[in-house]
């Protein structure tokens, strides 16, 4: 759960799962359970000194999200009576509805519930006991698909009267705030040497633009998400959070550490931190706080009201790094020669560190299998070093080509000190496939619809077939007897035909419909 707030010109409020930031002024229990929670700077009402308290939380579960607006005596903590509200919702420009609403213990609470319903509906309920986070007279609840999706936010809240209904304030309480929920993006890319791989992004702004490429020739992941550059919208943002989730079968991203680039300049290396304590994924997080945004916009000439972001394995890519499933362990794992070939012999460094003890390298018993098409080729058990790097040569059988896992387990006796690190016996690299120059043009015609999904497909397929279209070898799956071609290799072929994306990005699309028998070869 998260919450955001982002008072426009005048505070902001963000937090994660492991941190929470203060934008503006003072919070309480701000972490708690995923409750966001901003108290905005004083204003006068008659003769006293008021806030407003919001509070935001995706309860009771990701389909719900809350968020409360309270009125209260800044000096007493005192709530305000009668107020009457005037709240409007605008998601991305567009104003989705308003209410004006009145409340007599001065509490407007407001559900926005994800629904299959094109259509916005609007109801106003009362509230039991438990109706509500802060226990308000009435809800109002907000229905329609629009509210599946996070980013932010943006609400207009205008406040006519308060004491007593016929107290109509001149001029009203006029409040901009912007609240951003979690939202999280899935994107395929389709590896040359590591196949189909699944890669997320978790934003804690806004919502990412429909942009994600993977470059295989670089490592490198990219994409973009809307933000204004001007200096009065960089002081009332703390922070910029966003994480990347990349499976750990993806041998590529296994390095040890990333260098990251927004809007073409490097971030300070703080700005990219790595977790590996999930068994199954990594998540690089990159934070960037104020200064590092307000440094940025310095350099930036042309802000296109966006923030880029790409994101690619420091220099030197090896070692591969990873943390055992119990957290305690980190293993760091290279090899020589670097190229891995099949019927060779090659020689794997490896040491065991203690995270616990600030990644001290340390002897343990481990047992090491060797995994190739699900079948072990190899296996070892022994003790760690705890000075120097451990070494084990392994002689890879003629047969064994593509990816090939390390498996590691048991490591001190314990069944969840277990991680893998997978490798490529024959890498394929990029400059190895071919694509005539002039399938550019069928690619755009296609992605503007000048020709037809058939016609393109009969195309490919004519021209892998006859060899004049060369891709790296792509594993078949028996073909579901449909032509759906997903959207985002037509996206990316558009994309490849202006010359915005690498070959290697419309490669991965070529190879995913012969991997789906959508093209056959």
């Not at 104003?95 to 007599?104: A, E, G, K, P, Y």
């Not at 106003?124 to 438990?130: G, H, I, P």
């Not at 802060?134 to 809800?139: A, R």
């Not at 985002?488 to 419309?506: L, Y």
Request: include cysteine.
């Amino acid at each position: 759960m998260f919450a955001c707030f982002d008072m426009k010109s005048q505070g902001v409020l963000c937090f994660s799962l492991v941190t929470c930031m203060l934008l503006f002024s003072s919070i309480s229990e701000s972490y708690g359970h995923g409750l966001g929670y901003e108290i905005m700077p004083p204003e006068m009402l008659d003769s006293k000194l008021v806030s407003l308290e919001i509070s935001s939380d995706t309860w009771p579960d990701e389909y719900t999200k809350e968020i409360s607006f309270a009125l209260f005596e800044t000096d007493t903590g005192v709530a305000v009576k009668n107020v009457t509200y005037f709240v409007m919702l605008t998601k991305q420009n567009e104003v989705l509805f308003d209410i004006t609403s009145q409340r007599d213990d001065g509490v407007f609470v407001l559900k926005l519930h994800t629904t299959e319903d094109d259509q916005i509906a609007v109801e106003e309920e009362d509230s039991n006991f438990f109706g509500s986070l802060l226990s308000g007279s009435k809800i109002v609840n907000v229905k329609g698909n629009v509210f599946g999706s996070g980013g932010l936010y943006d609400f207009k809240v205008i406040i006519t009267t308060g004491d007593d209904y016929s107290n109509v304030l001149s001029p009203p309480l006029d409040y901009d705030v912007g609240i951003s929920f979690l939202d999280k993006t899935s994107h395929s890319v389709n590896d040359i040497n590591f196949g189909q791989q699944k890669m997320s992004v978790i934003t804690y702004y806004e919502l990412i633009n429909d942009d994600f490429t993977y470059d295989q020739n670089k490592k490198m992941i990219s994409y973009s998400m809307p933000f204004d550059w001007s200096e009065k919208n960089i002081l009332v943002t703390s922070v910029m959070h966003q994480e990347i989730i990349i499976p750990k079968t993806f041998g590529d991203l296994m390095v040890e550490s990333f260098s990251a680039n927004v809007n073409g300049f490097q971030v300070p290396d703080g700005v990219i931190t790595i977790d590996d304590f999930s068994a199954e994924n990594r998540v690089a997080h990159i934070v960037l706080n104020q200064n590092d945004i307000l440094e940025l916009s310095k350099k930036i000439d042309d802000f296109s009201n966006k923030m880029d972001f790409s994101i690619m394995p420091s220099a030197d890519n090896l070692p591969l790094t990873t943390m055992t499933e119990n957290a305690q362990y980190k293993l760091n794992l290279s090899w020589e020669p670097q190229s891995i070939k099949s019927g060779s012999i090659i020689t794997f460094y490896f040491e065991i560190l203690d995270a616990f003890y600030a990644d001290k390298q340390v002897s343990v018993s481990y047992d090491l299998s060797i995994f190739h098409d699900g079948k072990e080729i190899g296996q070892v058990s022994s003790v760690s070093a705890d000075m120097g790097l451990d070494v084990i040569e392994f002689d890879i059988p003629d047969n064994v080509s593509g990816v090939m896992t390390l498996q590691f387990e048991n490591l001190n006796g314990s069944d969840l000190a277990n991680a893998i690190l997978p490798v490529v016996v024959n890498r394929i690299n990029i400059d190895e496939t071919s694509i005539p120059a002039w399938i550019k043009n069928n690619a755009g015609w296609w992605a503007t619809d000048q020709i037809d999904d058939s016609s393109f497909l009969q195309g490919i397929q004519y021209l892998i077939q006859e060899e004049i279209m060369v891709i790296p070898p792509t594993e078949t799956s028996e073909s579901m007897g449909s032509q759906a071609v997903p959207a985002w290799i037509k996206n990316n072929a558009g994309w490849w035909a202006t010359d915005q994306i690498e070959d290697s990005s419309f490669l991965q699309g070529i190879q995913y419909l012969v991997q789906k028998g959508i093209i056959v070869v």
